[in-house]
């Protein structure tokens, strides 16, 4: 399991989010769901974009996760990343019990933190979307593995 996020690891977290949840919010509105999709925080500092796009124009979520994984693992071992953020639409289990839609956030550090975070959302009747307050917990570790 992941350990408790560093000061730099809630920094690179902070802007990964800051990324990610616009994007994905934007897409629902317009589009009523997204792909998976990713960001990275480069050595450097920067927030770049980061897409998985084999050809296929419905390509399962899992897929594009997996591709998504694979790219920020690569970039991971040649030392170009320090935190990566994969974005996905998907389901969870509320402390009530209930399931509910949710955009689904991935975040890891270079310092070997990782944490799931989640922010529900729900479709309105004339088409606008509601968001919760965001949550997150950890995870394990993917990206920054050793081996």
Do not use: W
Request: glycine letters at 10%.
């Amino acid at each position: 399991m992941s350990q408790q996020p560093t000061p730099e690891a809630k920094a690179d977290f902070n802007a990964l989010l800051e990324f990610l949840m616009p994007f994905a919010e934007q897409m629902l509105k317009k589009h009523g769901e997204f792909f998976p999709f990713g960001a990275a925080v480069t050595t450097a500092g920067e927030v770049t974009a980061q897409a998985a796009y084999d050809g296929n124009e419905t390509p399962e979520s899992a897929e594009v996760v997996a591709a998504l994984t694979q790219g920020f693992q690569a970039s991971a071992k040649a030392g170009e990343v320090r935190a990566t953020g994969i974005c996905y639409d998907g389901r969870i289990t509320q402390e009530n019990g209930k399931k509910t839609d949710a955009i689904i956030m991935s975040l890891e550090h270079v310092s070997g933190c990782a944490t799931r975070t989640y922010v529900p959302y729900s479709k309105g009747f004339f088409g606008g979307y509601r968001f919760g307050a965001l949550v997150a917990g950890l995870d394990d570790p993917k990206i920054f593995v050793a081996g």
